[in-house]
Every structure is written in C-alpha cells, then in structure tokens.
C-alpha cells in the first residue's frame, strides 16, 4: 500500500506542476500585499495632512502582511480632507448667511428693510414708531433708545369672537 501512494502523492509534489501552481500563488500573494500596501498609501493620502503619518500608515500596510490594513483601517480618520474641509466652507457661509441678518416679512415673506415700520408689499405692521421721534422700535425695548422716551405697550384691540372668557373661581367636583 504505501508504494502506491508514493506513486501518486509525492510524484505531483515532484512534478513541475506543482512548482508553477506554488511560483504562481507566491506571485499573486505578493501583488495582492503590494496592491494592498498601495491602497493604503492612497487612502492615507487623501485623510491625513502629514506626510509623516502617511508613511507611518504605508509602513503599517507593509509589515504585518494583510493585517497591517486591517489595523489602518480601524484607526484611519473617519473623513477625508477634501470633505472636511467642504464642510468648513459650508459652515463660513452660513455663518456669513446668518451675520447678514436678512430680514422677511413673516406674510409674504419679502425682503425688508430694518428700518422699515410697515412692508411695502404686504402693507403688514412690522413695528411700531416712537411717538416722540418716529424712529422704529423693537417689539421687547421698554424705552426709545434715540430718545429716551418711555414706550406703551401697544393696545391689542379682540373682537367678540376673539374675546377671553372671564376665569372660573370655583373648583368642580
């Protein structure tokens, strides 16, 4: 029995086949770690700044065959630079969005001026005028800041039908 596995077995370790079917598995293993180790080296580019870590990362792909990317992969930046700095530029803009302080009508939603007391499309009240100077005034101010003259609450005038019902005093039981 053992001379016919010696016959079979061990001739196709002996054989050239078997060293094409290794040589080329070698080869293939060592274009797959390279091709690895570049993908790690063009990730890194696009997520890290530093030219130093990018090394440290391409290094870490190369050494621990297969495993090195793994460990990237699981401590690389969450996002590339392109996309933070995107977002950086988005938040500039809406914050220079916000320091314009565009103002609206809150009917027709119009463009107004801060100084304007009624909008020019709507002809809907936006604030109210002192009495004194006619400047306009902010709904909350309790004194005109240009000339120092107490405001009034404006009076709000209800219908019948926006009317208040007088409070209950009593407890039902």
Not at 23 to 45: G, I, Q, T
Not at 119 to 131: A, D, I, M
Not at 135 to 142: D, I, V
Request: net charge positive.
């Amino acid at each position: 029995m053992i001379p016919a596995a010696d016959n079979g077995l061990f001739d196709f370790f002996s054989a050239g086949t078997w060293a094409v079917i290794r040589n080329l598995s070698l080869f293939f293993a060592a274009v797959f770690w390279l091709s690895v180790a570049f993908w790690v080296y063009k990730d890194a580019r696009r997520r890290i700044e530093d030219p130093w870590l990018v090394g440290m990362a391409v290094v870490l792909g190369l050494v621990p065959p297969f495993v090195g990317a793994l460990i990237y992969m699981l401590f690389r930046p969450p996002e590339y630079l392109e996309d933070a700095r995107e977002r950086e530029l988005e938040i500039k803009a809406m914050e220079q969005r916000l320091a314009r302080r565009e103002l609206h009508c809150p009917v027709c939603r119009a463009e107004v001026d801060p100084a304007f007391l009624v909008c020019p499309v709507c002809t809907t009240r936006l604030r109210q005028s002192c009495r004194n100077c006619k400047q306009p005034l902010e709904a909350l101010w309790q004194v005109c800041p240009y000339c120092e003259t107490p405001i009034e609450p404006a009076a709000v005038e209800l219908g019948q039908t926006q009317a208040l019902a007088p409070p209950r005093r009593g407890r039902r039981r």
